[in-house]
């Protein structure tokens, strides 16, 4: 079984910056997507942040020029920099692998979330 552990929320004031971590365990073949996404107040999840293996690095208009996205495939780790963060990029952040599992299909992995708190 595949596991997905966040880590880096906290509390910071308008203007500062977050590094999250995302790190998955577990045996699978290969990675297709990862990415970082933000429950909104709909309980929908909002992409913020993926990376594939095809296309690159692809990120919401919302976060365009302040967050990126980086990943290190061997250590099955992605990470979302947050720079001049804003009171409505507050929320429970969530990382997912999207990869092709030992038995040969493609499952999508959850962590269970770490919480993003923008306020002065």
């Known amino acids: 079984q595949v596991r997905v552990v966040e880590s880096g929320g906290d509390s910071v004031q308008p203007g500062g910056s977050l590094r999250l971590s995302c790190v998955a365990s577990?045996?699978?073949?290969?990675?297709?997507?990862m990415g970082w996404y933000r429950r909104t107040p709909e309980n929908e999840r909002e992409m913020i942040a993926t990376s594939s293996s095809g296309t690159g690095a692809d990120l919401a208009e919302s976060v365009k020029g302040r967050f990126s996205i980086s990943t290190d495939s061997a250590r099955k780790t992605a990470y979302l920099q947050m720079n001049n963060l804003k009171p409505e990029d507050s929320g429970v952040y969530y990382c997912?692998?999207?990869?092709?599992?030992?038995?040969?299909?493609?499952?999508?992995?959850w962590g269970q979330g770490t919480q993003v708190t923008v306020s002065s």
């Open positions: 997912s692998f999207d990869v092709v599992t030992t038995g040969g299909t493609r499952r999508s992995f």
């Open positions: 577990g045996r699978f073949r290969s990675t297709n997507v």
